[in-house]
């Protein structure tokens, strides 16, 4: 598998994942946890991280490194949480927290280098 192909299918992991993530945080305004889980958009939510799970055991089956892989998605799940944070949930980040998001693109730019 080609470096862009493996790079492509994190970013989508990641965006499944925190699509997912941020349903459950719509879901759940004032709901509990049993009506939450009968609620007919989390079959969304469910099917959104199968998907990022059958992207992790493609990059995994395609000699993936876990290293690699792990903090990657991690890096891009931090950055598209903090936006569609600020973007659908109205959360503010702090000046700190920018730079915070900025090492991690930094870190995810270094973990690439060879």
Known sequence: MTYLLR???????????II???????????QSFFNIIKDP??????????IGIFIAIFIFISKGELAIYANLFI???GIFGAIIGMIFFKE??????MAGIGFGLLGAILMNLK
Not at 41 to 50: C, E, F
Not at 92 to 97: A, D, K, L, M, V
């Open 75 to 77: 890096i891009f799940y």
């Open 20 to 30: 997912a993530d941020s349903l459950i945080k719509k879901i759940s305004a004032g």
């Open 7 to 17: 790079l492509a299918l994190i970013i989508i992991s990641a965006t499944t994942i």
């Open 41 to 50: 958009w989390m079959i969304l939510v469910y099917g959104l991280y199968l």
């Open 92 to 97: 503010t980040i702090s000046t700190i927290q």
